[in-house]
């Protein structure tokens, strides 16, 4: 058969006419590659030769340095046929190249944008409306447990959402298109077995002329996409990050709740502007200040806020913390604003520098108030003091009891009766003592321990038969209750053994008033006794004698008269009573 008359030869290698009419520079390399075999139209018109001029011209006549680096694929400077060169990228398969203009900058921004995403940890991903599939990165499919190089259906992928969160980013989404925004959600997502908190941002890709294009696509927000065509945007695992931030709040409120229980306030001091942050309330309330009333730097501190007698200690051991970059250990003195009372506070901080060569730029430390530990550590001290003091007064009182009562004993059975009253007479003073909380000792509870065997007596001071008691409540502080004590003791004793107390018909009356003197009143105590058997005076000084003349004058420091009328003996003591020791109340 022959050739049809008219027929375009072109049309005999439908290849070829591809080759010509592509819309991008095509070239076909000679097998050594330093000449062109075959150039189509755009790759002319790109570089400005005429068409068909191309072929058979040397490749280094194109290439704007020598070598064949020109030829690899990339970014490459090709000469025009004025001579110019231009930025055209090549990317090369065997002898083909496919060579197009190149914006240079743009191709490195492309580049640096990749780099930094790399860096970031942020893979790309972008959803199409027609087809409802996500082309991932390489990374966004590593972060999503994808292969790369796979389209994924969204429906396939939303299946690692709960149906809540899905609610939620469904309207998320739906609200930053309708609004023409970016949005961005971090969410949890199943991702092959566990899982991990995901960081999204996205932006709605317009459609042609502002129409959506025709589908049947299942988007993530399809109510809101009418005129999009898709999305774009890049995902991030950041399950790491959050499980550190998780971390550190659940330091911070382990910190807090800790400070909190102590009572410990929380700050931070800015050196350069003297400028102080008060982290927690307790700052606060040991200050004295309300919120608004605001912080306090250095200078108001030390100026105002510190007692002057310990600024000078408290500069010292600033500047000596700066200088060896120690930790700041200081106590001292602060008039509270609230009240004006002074507080005693201890601090407790750390100089922070940017560089060690540097000076430090800011405090952080810690202030607790002491002020009742301070008291309750001094009142300890002041106990232990008093009980070294009573033991000691005790043991005396003891020993004087065991030498007296030997030197006036007829027999070991009068010593034994004498000595045991005695003693327990002293115990039993210790033990009202004991049970009052200030250490004190009713002057009504005495008598009545000692005279109550002897007669009914009613607790409002009345009496039945042969006792009498009348006189206001008087509590005694303890370093004049044990002497007194060990009188009354020895007083009914004595009356019971010579005097009212030994036969049937005796009685006591004991008087007492509280007059103005001395820094708490001075106790007026008459002591009579009547109806007993005849009295005289005694012919050696026992030990009642000696306990009234030594305990009484040299303890209490009271004035002692007696008498002893043959009616019957009285005793007369005026005693200053010692003032209250707040620092002995263990309820102050």
């Known amino acids: 058969m022959g050739e049809s008359v008219g027929q375009d030869p072109a049309t005999d290698d439908p290849y070829r006419a591809g080759f010509d009419d592509a819309a991008i520079g095509l070239v076909v390399l000679s097998v050594d590659a330093a000449a062109i075999d075959a150039a189509n139209l755009v790759l002319h018109d ?55 203009a190149a914006d240079a900058d743009a191709a490195a921004h492309s580049e640096a944008n990749r780099e930094a995403l790399a860096t970031a940890g942020l893979g790309e991903w972008r959803w199409d409306r027609a087809t409802g599939l996500l082309t991932l990165s390489r990374r966004a499919a590593r972060i999503l447990g994808r292969q790369p190089g796979r389209s994924v259906p969204w429906d396939e992928l939303k299946s690692g959402l709960s149906d809540p969160e899905l609610a939620r980013l469904r309207a998320t989404v739906s609200e930053a298109c309708r609004a023409g925004e970016s949005y961005h959600f971090d969410t949890p997502v199943t991702v092959a077995g566990r899982t991990v908190i995901l960081r999204v941002r996205g932006q709605a890709v317009p459609g042609r002329d502002g129409a959506a294009p025709h589908g049947s696509g299942a988007g993530p927000a399809r109510d809101a996409l009418e005129t999009w065509s898709g999305m774009v945007g890049v995902v991030q695992d950041i399950t790491t990050r959050v499980e550190a931030r998780d971390e550190i709040l659940s330091r911070d409120q382990r910190l807090r709740v800790a400070t909190t229980i102590a009572k410990l306030g929380i700050f931070e001091w800015h050196m350069l502007e003297d400028q102080a942050i008060w982290e927690n309330e307790h700052m606060y309330e040991i200050f004295g200040h309300a919120p608004e009333d605001g912080t306090i730097g250095k200078n108001e501190f030390l100026s105002d806020i510190l007692h002057p007698d310990d600024r000078a200690r408290v500069r010292h051991a600033i500047s000596k913390a700066l200088r060896e970059d120690g930790i700041l250990q200081i106590g001292g003195r602060i008039r509270r604003k609230s009240d004006g009372a002074w507080r005693t506070i201890d601090m407790a901080g750390r100089f922070e520098r940017d560089a060690p060569e540097r000076l430090p730029r800011r405090l952080i430390g810690v202030v607790a108030d002491v002020t009742d530990r301070r008291i309750a550590e ?15 007064n005790t043991l005396a009182t003891v020993q004087a009891i065991v030498g007296s009562t030997a030197r006036t004993a007829s027999s ?66 303890s370093e004049i209750a044990v002497p007194i004590g060990m009188a009354i003791h020895e007083l009914t004793t004595n009356a ?49 004698s000696r306990l009234l003349q030594r305990v009484l004058i040299t303890q209490v420091q009271a004035e002692v008269e007696t008498d002893y009328d043959p009616e019957g003996f009285s005793l007369t003591m005026r005693a200053p009573i010692p003032p209250r020791n707040d620092s002995l109340n263990p309820l102050a």
């Open 378 to 392: 001094e009142r300890q001290s002041l106990l232990i003091r008093e009980l070294h003091h009573r033991v000691k």
């Open 412 to 477: 070991i059975e009068s010593f034994y009766e004498a000595f045991v009253g005695r003693i327990k007479s002293l115990a039993h003073t210790h033990a009202v003592l004991t049970e009052d909380t200030w250490q004190t000792a009713s002057l009504t509870n005495l008598l009545l321990s000692e005279l109550k065997p002897y007669a009914e007596v009613t607790p409002d001071g009345g009496a039945e038969g042969r006792i009498s008691l009348d006189g206001p409540a008087i509590d005694l502080p």
């Open 496 to 544: 019971a053994k010579y005097g009212a107390l030994s036969n049937r018909t005796g009685r006591v009356a004991v008087t007492w008033t509280l007059e103005p003197g001395g820094p708490a009143g001075i106790l007026l105590f008459h002591w009579r006794e009547t109806g007993g058997p005849p009295v005289q005076p005694p012919s050696r000084q026992g030990f009642g």
């Open 46 to 100: 790109l570089l400005g030769w005429p068409p068909g001029s191309l072929a058979g011209r040397a490749t280094a006549d194109l290439l704007a340095e020598d070598g064949p680096e020109g030829l690899d694929d990339g970014i490459q400077g090709w000469r025009r046929a004025d001579g110019t060169v231009i930025d055209v990228r090549v990317r090369r398969s065997g002898r083909t190249l496919v060579v197009e």
